[in-house]
């Protein structure tokens, strides 16, 4: 019993590291595409919550009329597991404070903003609109009660 109180609690205190790693690497990516923001735009004044959750909730107009929106796929709540619209295919969640994987690696980072803003968006996303959403993610930590 002892040896498994151990194991539970160590366990639990590699979760929450791995989560602060996620955690950190979000928020150096938050400073990297400020620096590229403001660079781009010497009056940017740096990322917000509201920006960013009003870029995740901005619906976009499709083909044929149809409208999506990050929501569409990853729920309102950013910490919440999401589905694919079109495939069904589960989505796990973009808070890092739930998903210590979102934000482990730039590169992956930067190819999903890529693919999704191009897209959904018909463009790349700026480094403003990049730094505000993962902002926003990060104020994201509970995931909503299922009923």
């Known amino acids: 019993m002892k040896q498994t109180s151990i194991l539970l609690a160590a366990l639990l205190s590699f979760a929450a590291f791995s989560a602060q ?3 950190s690497n979000a928020e150096t990516m938050i400073m990297i595409y400020s620096k590229q923001a403001k660079q781009a735009n010497p009056d940017y004044t740096g990322p917000t919550v509201a920006d960013g959750k ?6 976009i107009k499709l083909g044929k009329g149809k409208e999506t929106a990050c929501a569409s796929c990853h729920t309102a709540n950013p910490a919440n ?3 694919h619209i079109v495939t069904g295919k589960a989505i796990k969640p973009l808070s890092p404070a739930v998903n210590p994987k979102r934000f482990a690696d730039f590169e992956k980072v930067e190819a999903k903003f890529t693919q999704h803003c191009n897209d959904i968006i018909g463009s ?24």
């Open 21 to 23: 790693a996620s955690v």
């Open 54 to 59: 009003a870029f995740f909730n901005r619906k």
């Open 81 to 83: 597991s999401g589905k």
């Open 124 to 147: 790349d996303c700026t480094a403003a609109e990049k730094a505000s959403y993962i902002t926003y993610l990060l104020t994201e930590q509970t995931p909503s009660i299922k009923k």
